[in-house]
């Protein structure tokens, strides 16, 4: 063993003195690491605990807890690869609220490149109109080989992420994001290949389409399409395009983030600032300005920053071809970026389709103009938009007359995260029914999340039924799930392209009264007869009555009244004894009625006196009853 020679700079008390300053730097930087990952977690796309934004796509697991509670905590996009779902299952990955990753493949690998040349971004995608082909035509600096966006939000803001590598980084390059709230595909083959993954548009979707606005005819081939109609897709106010320049050291230049505004359904708008913007209704100029938007050193309002790996990294994890060879990523290969969508006024809500573009750039710094030929693309579907509707349904007044009206409201209201078009509702009583002011809303031609379209219609209802039951069902057109949303009576078998949504039916009940009089008049009348039996003989009569069949069969009963002056019960000769017989009639009919009367008695020999045979004996009397009806 070698002799070891201590000398005075080798000595272990020298060795000891030189380990203290070199301990208490390592200290000192472990205490500023430990303080800068302290920063609570902020607001904006780089520190709100959300994802990070760093420069590289590790690690693979997701951040846990989520949200972060510090600044650069957070799911990166490894963690997203590695958790996103094997189809058919949708659910988002992670915190996401939603990703897509898109291998495009580099060289004969790509199948999807600008055609015709020349810029697209100014354009509506059929007025430009976008096309593609399966024709390498981009510079190997401008070949993407994978893009890649996720969405996430805390409380009520939205944060967006998307990102790419480059198959080449000999040069500078400029790279723009678009997100699409149209679903759209890219329509046909060219010599037997499609456009693969996502992207291709399916059999169902026409390769002739009619009825396109503007008028279309022909082929659909080579053309971002609408996949229900097949006609050439059209921008929606809200949609967003991303531009970030760099260089092949990953230095960032001029960066910017453009709203479409001014679309009317058939090619007309632009990307710029909208009238709600800074700059309030302006074509080709930001709604959020990056310059030096750097996410490492972004100072405030930072609502948007990228950045590109400015070193080698052993990265990713997923499939990626270098040129020269290797399957790591060299400085600036990776790009990513994020911004604030809270901070955009109108901009959209959910995002089905993605596409990250190349384009020609002159340097970092050269501009961000939006007419720069478009090189390569990648693209594909995005969020899983998940609509909902709440239709509701009253009636004023609840109660009527059998022939008066009613007028039913109708307030449908999207309480879920997609826009809808074609909106209408129908009533199986009612029509027509008329679209009154947005409530909250703006009276547009999208049904946009939290906006509740209010509906009228009257009608007179004349039934003898006592209630009215009106059934109405609401519909509206969600183009990022590329269906009809509406209610289904067989929810586990729905029509074809229908998302069925139970909450789009509603009902409302009018009580029906049939209010009537019909008058049946009863006349309670009392008969009262009287009958005055006088003796005019000599001779004292006992028991003598009056008889009077015709009163006691109506009820009455003959009754004495008066008459015998000396209570001795005989009519004594010159007295006139008194009775009264009595019956009433309610009946409603005219009424004519004769009253028979017979008076007797018995003499002092018993012999019978008066009686039906003496005719002084018998009276008649005619009653007449006549009903005057009144109604």
Request: charged share 15%; aromatic share 8%; hydrophobic share 30%.
């Amino acid at each position: 063993m070698a002799k070891r020679v201590l000398g005075p700079t080798g000595s272990r008390r020298r060795r000891r003195f030189l380990l203290v300053p070199l301990l208490l730097g390592v200290l000192a930087a472990a205490f500023y690491i430990a303080g800068a990952q302290a920063v609570s977690a902020g607001t904006s796309p780089q520190d709100n605990g959300l994802f990070q934004l760093d420069g590289n796509t590790l690690p693979t697991t997701c951040a846990s807890p989520f949200p972060g509670v510090n600044a650069g905590d957070g799911d990166d996009w490894a963690a997203l690869f590695t958790h996103q779902p094997t189809p058919p299952a949708v659910t988002p990955p992670c915190g996401s609220d939603g990703f897509t990753f898109i291998a495009d493949g580099a060289g004969s690998a790509d199948h999807t490149y600008w055609s015709q040349g020349g810029s697209k971004d100014a354009y509506d995608p059929a007025q430009g109109p976008w096309l593609w082909k399966s024709n390498d035509v981009s510079p190997d600096k401008n070949d993407l080989v994978n893009a890649f966006a996720a969405i996430y939000h805390k409380g009520t803001a939205k944060f967006l992420y998307f990102g790419s590598d480059r198959f080449d980084t000999s040069g500078d390059a400029q790279q723009g994001f678009q997100f699409l709230q149209a679903a759209t595909c890219l329509a046909g083959a060219f010599g037997g290949q499609t456009a693969g993954g996502t992207a291709a548009c399916g059999s169902e979707t026409p390769s002739t389409p009619t009825g396109c606005t503007p008028a279309f005819s022909g082929s659909n081939v080579g053309y971002f399409v609408d996949p229900a109609t097949g006609c050439p897709a059209h921008h929606t106010n809200g949609d967003l395009l991303v531009l970030v320049n760099f260089n092949k050291g990953g230095t960032l230049g001029l960066a910017g983030v453009y709203e479409w505004w001014g679309a009317d359904g058939a090619g007309a708008g632009c990307y710029g600032s909208p009238p709600a913007g800074p700059l309030a209704g302006s074509c080709d100029q930001p709604v959020l300005n990056g310059t030096g938007a750097n996410c490492s050193t972004v100072t405030p309002p930072d609502d948007f920053c990228s950045v590109a790996n400015t070193g080698p990294l052993s990265e990713p994890i997923w499939a990626y071809t270098s040129k020269g060879g290797g399957a790591t990523y060299k400085p600036s290969a990776f790009i990513e970026g994020g911004l604030n969508l809270a901070r955009i006024a109108g901009a959209g809500s959910c995002f089905p389709s993605f596409l990250a573009e190349s384009r020609s750039s002159a340097g970092p710094s050269s501009g961000l103009s939006l007419q720069a030929q478009l090189k390569d693309l990648a693209f594909g579907r995005f969020q899983l938009c998940a609509p909902s509707t709440i239709l509701t349904k009253s009636a004023s007044p609840t109660t009527i007359r059998s022939g008066q009206s009613v007028t039913y409201t109708y307030r449908e209201t999207n309480d879920g995260r997609d826009p809808l078009t074609s909106v209408s509702v129908t009533d199986d009583k009612c029509s027509p029914l008329v679209r009154g002011t947005d409530d909250p809303g703006d009276n547009d031609t999208t049904l946009s999340p939290g906006e509740t379209w209010v509906f009228t219609c009257s009608q007179t209802v004349t039934t003898a039924n006592s209630s009215v039951t009106n059934t109405a069902t609401g519909s509206g057109f969600d183009s990022g799930l590329n269906k009809t949303v509406t209610f289904c009576a067989n929810p586990g078998s729905p029509p074809a392209n229908t998302f069925c949504d139970p909450d789009e039916r509603a009902q409302a009940t009018v009580t029906v009264i049939h209010p009537a009089t019909d008058l049946n008049e009863k006349a309670a009348i009392t008969v009262t007869f009287t009958y005055r039996e006088t003796n005019s003989g000599d001779d004292p009569l006992s028991g003598a009555t009056v008889t009077d069949d015709d009163c006691t069969g109506k009820g009455g009963t003959v009754s004495f009244g008066s008459g015998d002056a000396n209570s001795n019960s005989l009519l004594d000769p010159g007295e006139t004894w008194v009775f009264t017989c009595s019956f009433s009639t309610t009946s409603g009919d005219n009424l004519t009625f004769t009253s028979h009367a017979t008076g007797s008695g018995t003499d002092s020999l018993g012999g019978a006196v008066g009686g039906t045979g003496d005719p002084k004996e018998n009276e008649s009397v005619d009653v007449n009853v006549t009903h005057h009806h009144h109604s």
